[in-house]
Every structure is written in C-alpha cells, then in structure tokens.
C-alpha cells in the first residue's frame, strides 16, 4: 500500500514540475537536437485537457498554464532563497 502511495506522489509531483521539465528540455534541444519525446507537448496536452475538464475558455486555460509555470518555478526558486536567507540568519 505505501508503495502505491509514494507511486501516486511521484507522479504528482512528476505532473506539478512538467512545466519546468519542458523549458529544461528546450533549452537541451536548441543546444544539440534530441530525438526525445517532447515533453514541452505533453504539458500543452495535458493543461489543454485541465482546461476542458473545468470548461475554461482558451484565454483562462493559456492564464491557468501561466500560473502553473510561475509556481512550479517558484517553488523551486523560492526554496533556494529563503535556504540562503535562513543560513546567513
């Protein structure tokens, strides 16, 4: 069961980062191309098919994708931040 759970979690967090996984992948393939799937569709599809399920229109599924990225960035970001500010305390 608890395997199942940590599964279930990785996948989560998987979904919750997809947006900064693309803009890594991105940025790999304007270096040297890649013959990878792309990720950066799989998070188009996937906020496209979020935006279908809540029946939001293309300019709120465009701004709840926007969002989704400045958090996820955020949330990486501001944890190196506020590590740095708490160890110079």
């Known amino acids: 069961m608890m395997a199942l759970l940590r599964i279930l979690f990785a996948l989560l967090v998987l979904a919750f980062y997809l947006p900064l996984l693309s803009g890594v992948w991105f940025a790999l ?21 979020l935006g279908n ?8 599924t465009s701004q709840m994708m926007v969002g989704w990225a400045i958090v996820a960035l955020l949330s990486v970001i501001g944890h190196t931040i506020f590590s740095i500010v708490r160890a110079r305390r």
């Open 29 to 49: 393939n304007d270096v040297e191309a890649m013959p990878l799937e792309e990720i950066g569709h799989l998070w188009k599809h996937v906020g496209t098919w």
């Open 53 to 60: 399920l809540f029946e939001l229109s293309d300019q709120s």
